[in-house]
């Protein structure tokens, strides 16, 4: 058993554990849904990136917490993005971005560390 911590419950916390009656429930859907969100990535993370697309993703990626609605917009950020990096094909990347899936899409920014 590990150790208790306390945690924030933020919106989607809230949301999602919000029909449940005492803190074993919580809990339990908690690691329920880790357990399922961790096996998504290691199922999903499938989009082969060079170097120079790596380092565009970071690039867009560095704002910080990336949003859903932010991930899901990829590739747009990738067509506005106003730097250049050596050895970039901007256009392979955003058909790369465009055909994922968004678990791919999570999966990739979670490689990346964001």
Known sequence: MNQKTK?????PL???????KNTLEISGKINRCAERYLEILRQHNRIEVNDAERECLRQICQIGYMSTLEIHELADEVLDGEFEIEGLDREALIKKLQSASFADLVALVEELGF
Do not use: A, S
């Open 14 to 20: 809230v949301q999602l554990t919000e029909h449940e």
């Open 7 to 11: 945690i924030y419950f933020g919106p």
